[in-house]
């Protein structure tokens, strides 16, 4: 499979036939799950791997395809990925005495993706039905919030991947498309981050938070749908 998305990619990228008739595309997206892992540097496998889950992720994403050659397309995609949760709990200090604290934790991440298109042959006029593949490049940061302590990315691993789907289009009057479709992919990557800082009030008690960095680990590990409209630019 690798070895099929890289020749049909390169060839794309190398042919002289520039992509016409460009469209974009809008949609609204729904990915199924991602994890976040609270200590990836451990020694311990069992305090490595633990991880929590995030479901339900809604995101929005642009696309923008043009046609190569007779049913092939190439097109260049990314979403804004943003999931929290606020069941997460964090252990900061009360007068020197431990506690455990509720908080914001969740990620953020931009999937960029290259892709190839081909138009299936039993797709008709107002119907037209897609297998896609490509190249993923992605990258984020860890999202926490302790009242108004925030967190900065200091360190950011790049993660590349390859991901797969189909899709499909309705064309009205040759003007208006909706499409959707879903998408399989698996990234991750390392995040180091630190605090803004490491003080703050919450219901009238001092609380400090102990760690001034901590690393991370993201995955987006579930199945993406989305549904949207597109229109022709050129």
Do not use: C
């Not at 506690?99 to 990620?107: A, N, P, Q, R, W």
């Not at 593949?133 to 992605?138: D, E, I, K, V």
């Amino acid at each position: 499979m690798k070895i099929f998305l890289i020749t049909i990619l390169l060839g794309a990228i190398y042919t002289p036939v520039l992509p016409q008739n460009l469209q974009v595309y809008l949609s609204g997206n729904y990915t199924t799950s991602g994890k976040v892992y609270l200590n990836p540097k451990s020694s311990d496998p069992s305090i490595r791997n633990r991880s929590y889950s995030i479901v339900d992720i809604y995101h929005p994403g642009i696309e923008v395809r043009g046609k190569l050659i007779d049913n092939l397309f190439l097109s260049i995609s990314a979403d804004y990925v943003k999931a929290v949760t606020d069941e997460q709990r964090l252990t900061i200090l009360t007068d020197l005495i431990p506690k455990s604290l509720k908080i914001e934790d969740g990620f953020i991440a931009v999937p960029v993706e290259l892709s190839i298109s081909y138009r299936l042959p039993f797709s008709d006029e107002h119907f037209k039905y897609y297998m896609n593949g490509g190249f993923g490049y992605y990258f984020g940061s860890h999202y926490r919030q302790i009242a108004d302590i925030e967190v900065k990315n200091l360190e950011r691993q790049q993660a590349y991947g390859i991901q797969v789907g189909w899709s499909m289009e309705y064309i009205y009057q040759e003007r208006y498309i909706i499409h959707g479709g879903m998408k399989f992919r698996d990234p991750q990557f390392n995040v180091k981050s630190s605090y803004n800082k490491r003080e703050t009030v919450i219901n009238g008690q001092e609380i400090y938070v102990a760690q001034e960095t901590f690393d991370s680990k993201i995955n987006i590990d579930g199945i993406t749908f989305f549904m949207g409209i597109a229109f022709t630019i050129l």
